[in-house]
């Protein structure tokens, strides 16, 4: 959330200020009645992104203040404000470093509208200073990002570029295989955004029913064809002023991309059957797992539609990317099920098996896996027994291609045991092929195994 400061001797105009600010979903605005107070603020270290500061103030006017923040937090963006409407006023605030000039009284209308352009500024600022860095980037809303557990540094950038188009009204298109956490991203982003506390729609559109469509989402009157008995109230209407997450947007219907499109462009749709139009005020979102380029150069999607959902393009990378994240997903897992209380955890043996795994199914797949062996573990920490078996016997792959490791010195017992182990993974750790195998009855096997830790 971008942090706005406001400087002026006047606490009437501050409050005006803080309210036409806040009716747009500016949250973090800090009002600042003393200029020398701001002044050492900044001098201190402080910062933030935008300030609107007044020229004509006792003690340190304007222009001294813009210096000092320019001097000490020179990404801060500075709109002055003053009542006197003098061009060399306004050329003395551009030379010296200012964004904007707004003379009072200030209506909402320009208020946010220069504020706007400055935000939008920084932003990409922001943008540009992350591609740059190589450090390990903060996020200013953690909160909303909490859900998409990472310590991966590809992730974390990925996260901070999310955040501040979250900012904007940017469309944003997020690409990702299928269960890296492109919904989650998309919630965060809304969170993360002015809109926070308005409406937030998830719609799947490999989910909707193609003769119902235009009806999901425009809405449709009452009597507009066969069976529509009442008005219904269409996904746009409903998130009027809000953000809207379509999933699978590569599955959207042709007929319905061109109407889309002017959705987005003009900020109008025509609920069915109804005789005129109506507007919407609408932050889009879209998540794929297609190759949206190949569907535009088959013509299944439109380009102009494709650009325009592209106006910010976010790739989460998939769990194989980002393997470092595996033991932090496990314990966020573990704890959702063990809610109140400490999980039991996992054995190393199960978390270097599940650490060696591609995870084609990603994220969502490593839920599935941990809560299944939660369940058979019984209370217990995670065994390698309690893992699908596709996993274990890719440990017994793993094991039986590795080279004995049988010293000359071994004991008698140590290469009985080693030989039963590695035939029992051979086997796919079948007890009864074992047995058959090395010539030994079944219980005797079953005893060697429960006496080696594999029951």
């Not at 965060?188 to 999901?216: G, K, Q, W």
């Not at 064809?225 to 953000?243: I, N, P, V």
């Not at 299944?300 to 980002?322: Q, S, T, V």
């Not at 004991?411 to 047995?435: C, D, M, P, Q, S």
Request: aromatic residues 6%.
């Amino acid at each position: 959330m971008f942090k706005i400061i406001a400087v002026d001797d006047e606490q009437d105009f501050l409050d005006s200020i803080r309210r036409g600010l806040f009716t747009a979903g500016y949250r973090n605005i800090q009002l600042e009645s003393d200029p020398a107070r701001a002044c050492a603020m900044f001098r201190a270290g402080e910062s933030c992104d935008l300030a609107l500061l007044d020229i004509t103030m006792p003690g340190v006017n304007g222009i001294e203040l813009l210096r000092t923040i320019k001097s000490c937090s020179p990404n801060t963006e500075c709109i002055m404000i003053s009542a006197s409407n003098e061009a060399k006023l306004a050329v003395a605030s551009l030379k010296e470093g200012a964004y904007d000039y707004i003379v009072k009284p200030v209506s909402r209308e320009d208020l946010l509208l220069k504020v706007g352009h400055a935000l939008e500024k920084r932003r990409l600022m922001g943008i540009v200073e992350l591609a740059k860095k190589n450090t390990l980037p903060e996020l200013q809303n953690p909160g909303a990002f909490s859900p998409l557990v990472t310590a991966s540094r590809k992730m974390m950038h990925v996260l901070k570029e999310a955040e501040l188009h979250a900012m904007s009204d940017v469309p944003v298109l997020i690409t990702g295989e299928s269960g890296t956490g492109k919904e989650l991203l998309a919630r965060a982003i809304h969170l993360a955004s002015p809109r926070a506390s308005l409406p937030y729609t998830a719609v799947n559109m490999a989910s909707v029913c193609p003769n119902f469509i235009d009806s999901e989402f425009f809405g449709h009157t009452r009597g507009a064809f066969t069976g529509a008995d009442k008005e219904k109230t269409g996904y746009l209407e409903l998130t009027h002023r809000g953000s809207l997450f379509l999933d699978e947007i590569g599955t959207l219907p042709l007929d319905l991309q061109g109407k889309l499109l002017r959705v987005i462009q003009e900020g109008e749709f025509r609920k069915v059957g109804a005789p005129g139009v109506s507007r919407v005020d609408i932050r889009f979102i879209s998540a794929t797992n297609e190759d949206m380029e190949k569907l535009t150069a088959k013509e299944l999607f439109r380009k102009d539609l494709y650009y325009r959902l592209k106006g910010a393009w976010l790739h989460l990378p998939p769990l194989r990317e980002r393997k470092e994240d595996i033991p932090l997903l496990i314990s966020k897992f573990l704890k959702e099920q063990s809610p109140g209380r400490a999980g039991s955890g996992i054995e190393d043996a199960a978390l270097s098996l599940l650490m060696a795994y591609d995870f084609p199914g990603n994220v969502r797949e490593l839920r599935s896996i941990v809560k299944a062996a939660r369940n058979l573990a019984m209370g217990g920490p995670i065994r390698v027994r309690n893992l699908p078996s596709h996993l274990r016997e890719r440990r017994g792959r793993q094991k039986s291609d590795a080279p004995c490791d049988i010293q000359p010195e071994a004991t008698l017992a140590e290469v009985e045991k080693a030989h039963i182990l590695r035939t029992y993974e051979k086997t796919g750790r079948n007890k009864a092929k074992t047995a058959k195998l090395l010539g030994a009855g079944l219980n005797t096997i079953r005893r060697k195994l429960e006496s080696y830790g594999e029951t």
